[in-house]
Structure formats: C-alpha cells, structure tokens
C-alpha cells in the first residue's frame, strides 16, 4: 500500500489503532498510511491473541476513538476467541479483522463475533481509509445514542407463503396508530417485495439496499430521499422494483444501516426474505424481537425448528425469539400440543384464520382496519401492545442476557 500515491479525505478527530498479530508487510503499510493522517496514531502492537484484550485496553487508553486492527491469519480460532472477548470487556473499542483468506465462513465469524469491518490482504489505502471513516460514523452513533435507541422487529418467515409480509406490516401500522411514535416499516426482500403494494403507496425508485451502498453519507437527509410516506404516519423503506436487481450488501453494511434507522425511529419492523442468508442473520443480530412466522403444516414448523435451533446457537436469547403460528384454528391437521412438542420453543401468538378478510385487503390495496372488531385485528393489536408495554429495566435485562448477540447490539 503506497500511502502517497493517491489523496484521501483527512479523518476527522483522534483515533488510536492497535495492532494485533499484524505481519511484517501489513503492519508497516498501516503504520505508512496513519502517519499521513493528522491525528491517527499508532497506540500499540500485541503479538499474541490469548489475553491480548486486556493490552489491547491499556494501549487504547489515549485514543478518542479506539480501534483495534487484528490478524485472523496467524490462529483463526484464537483470533476469533480474542474479538469476542475483547468485545464482551471493553466494546468500546472497534475492531477490524485483516485477512489473506476471503473463505465466506471465516468473514461471517469475525462480523458475528463483533467485528465491524473485514479487510484483506495486501491491506490497501483506500479500504483502510473507509474503514476508518465508517468507524468514524459508528463513534458519532455511539456518542448521540444515549438510551435513545428504537426498538427493531424483524419479522421472518419459516418459509415462503406463511404471511410474514402481511403481519410485518400490520405490526407496524398498529406501532404508529397505537404509540403514536415513530415508526419504519424496511422491506428487505431483495426482490420485488409487496409492502409498498399491500400499503397503496406505489414504487419508490430508490430501495433499502441502495441505501446501504451510502455507508459513509448516512444521515437524516438522506434517509428522506429514501422513504415512502403512508397516511397512517407509518414510513416505508421499499424493496428493489426490478426482477433482476444485484442485492449487493455486506453483513457489516446491513447492521451500520439497521443501527442507523434505530436512531431515528422508535420502531423499526423489518420485513426479511425466507432463508438465514447472511444479511438477513446481520439484521437478526441487530433485533430486540425476531418473529418468526410458521403455519400448521410440516414445511413450515420444520423450518421454524431448525430457524430456532440455529439462532440459539449463535447465542440469541430465547427472550428474543417469538414464534408468530399464523391461520391459526384449533380444527387445523397439526393441534397444539403437537405443535408445541415439536417445535420445543412455546408459541408466542396465534393469529386467526382471517384469510378471506386479508385477501380482500390486499387485492383493494389498504390494510386490514385492526381498529373493528375482528379476530385478526385483535390478535395484532395485542402482539403491538406487548411491545409498547415492555420497560427498559426489562429491554436492558434481555439484552444483557444475549449472549454473543449483544456485541452486534451494541455495534
């Protein structure tokens, strides 16, 4: 990396980097490219993974904005070990993982072990330098986040056609109407999604994942180019229109943009695609409730059991779980106690059997009024209320209960 060959924009502020197992060769070009920018400095280099986190610290001490650049390459296992423990002791530091191996399962690990960037090898300047500036952006979050961060409500389905859409969007006009807060509604389908049909609102020609190809010009600004308004009040982040649109998005880029709308709305329901791609696992970790919607047919609990099983292995807290069985009716081919034994998670909610009534709404265009008298309105208005109900004494206790989600938290 030839720090003098091409003219970046200075980063604002203190930041202190510590290197961690750095080789020779990316060590000296980090070094090259932060004694160009006023104010980065070099706070430490650690040449061992186990115990590093707690020199990593007193190397960060001085920094305004602390960063930590670490190796994976010399012991994954162990480079790994270190993050989340660094993580889990001082998560006011960001770390950047460095690699020569673009292996997709070694990325995943470090972004869910509480990365907030991956870098490879030969380290260049200019992916150095937006790491730095997304960094930048994260610290700014930290500093006006406060206790001020909404609550996010990922909606997904076991399967394709369970009705994932439908609740998503129901849940979210009940947030606005109910609380009389705030509220986004984020259709993350790659592709032609339905939220914007389902609300009458039309097509926006900018999509959610146009706006997380923005990382370092997030702001309030541009959030309004981007959202679709609905006369409830309620805001909407649309899907890609086009059949063949190039969902490119990077876990790290998901979570920054999740965390991002979490500042500015009190509720963010998000609308995910069937599947625990890693896109859609990076907006599960940055979730204070994970729906997940599953019929009484074998596909679909199937799924919603292994959905469970995999989500609590990578340390989400059954707190933060909640299985929606939607066309719920007690003459349905799978009863409850069946149900509940197979799938070994309790059943949150059970929303009625109102296909006819929900039908007729999309076909016209407006949702269905929760406000009337109905079974499905009442089962909503409920899932809404419990929301609204829950303290922050007891958001704070779930969260700190969560296991390795909470380093994506907090990210």
């Not at 509220?183 to 959610?208: E, I, M, N, T």
Request: hydrophobic share 35%; charged share 20%; proline share 5%.
């Amino acid at each position: 990396m030839n720090a003098s060959t091409i003219s970046l924009p200075e980063i604002a502020g203190s930041i202190g980097v510590c290197s961690v197992c750095l080789d020779p060769q990316t060590h000296m070009a980090m070094s090259q490219f932060l004694s160009l920018q006023p104010g980065a400095f070099v706070s430490g280099n650690i040449n061992r993974y186990v115990g590093s986190e707690r020199e990593i610290g007193l190397a960060l001490e001085e920094g305004g904005t602390r960063v930590c650049l670490l190796d994976l390459d010399a012991n994954p296992a162990e480079a790994n070990q270190a993050i989340e423990r660094l993580q889990a002791e001082r998560p006011d530091i960001f770390v950047i993982a460095v690699s020569g191996s673009s292996d997709p399962e070694l990325i995943v690990a470090a972004m869910r072990n509480g990365c907030t960037d991956f870098l490879s090898k030969p380290l260049r300047q200019e992916a150095l330098h937006t790491a730095l500036r997304r960094v930048e952006i994260k610290q700014r979050e930290r500093s006006h986040k406060g206790q001020n961060r909404g609550k996010v409500i990922s909606v997904i389905g076991a399967k394709g056609g369970t009705g994932a859409t439908t609740l998503a969007l129901h849940l979210a006009l009940n947030l606005v109407r109910q609380s009389g807060k705030k509220c986004l509604l984020v259709d993350q389908h790659p592709a032609l999604g339905d939220s914007s049909l389902y609300l009458g609102v039309g097509r926006h020609k900018y999509s959610f994942y146009e706006l997380v190809g923005h990382p370092d010009r997030l702001d309030e600004e541009l959030l309004h180019g981007f959202v679709l308004h609905h006369d409830s009040g309620l805001d909407l982040l649309d899907s890609p229109e086009s059949v063949d649109f190039s969902a490119y998005a990077t876990p790290a880029g998901i979570a920054q943009t999740i965390t991002f709308l979490a500042e500015y709305y009190q509720y963010v329901v998000v609308d995910c695609p069937p599947g625990l791609s890693d896109t859609t696992l990076s907006t599960l970790c940055q979730s204070d409730q994970v729906a997940i919607v599953l019929t009484a047919e074998l596909p679909a609990v199937r799924n919603a059991l292994r959905y469970t099983d995999y989500l609590s292995k990578l340390g989400v807290n059954s707190a933060n779980l909640l299985l929606v069985l939607n066309r719920y009716s007690k003459k349905g081919p799978l009863g409850d106690e069946q149900l509940q034994k197979t799938l070994q998670h309790p059943i949150g909610l059970r929303v009625p059997n109102s296909y006819a009534e929900v039908i007729r709404s999309i076909n016209a265009g407006t949702p269905v009024e929760t406000a009337r008298k109905s079974e499905f309105g009442t089962a909503i208005s409920s899932w809404c209320q419990n929301l609204i109900a829950q303290s922050p004494a007891e958001d704070e206790k779930v969260k700190k209960s969560s296991g390795k989600i909470q380093t994506l938290l907090n990210r």
